[in-house]
């Protein structure tokens, strides 16, 4: 005998579930934005990959003679 009437119950998780859902898929969409920018920006790059970069280094001052 299947059930044909949904409880007041269901519907709130219902809505629940659905509201849920929504603040998924928009932290996945700002997450996929921002790696999208960050990709096509990959000039910019740098990972930290426990070598010294010349970008982070301080500039030497000039010897003075």
Do not use: C, W
Request: overall charge positive.
């Amino acid at each position: 005998m299947p059930i044909t009437q949904t409880h007041e119950l269901h519907q709130r998780r219902f809505s629940r579930n659905l509201g849920l859902g929504a603040v998924l898929l928009a932290f996945v969409v700002l997450v996929f934005g921002l790696t999208v920018v960050k990709v096509n920006r990959g000039g910019m790059m740098e990972a930290y990959d426990h070598q010294p970069r010349a970008s982070v280094l301080p500039v030497a001052p000039e010897a003075k003679q």
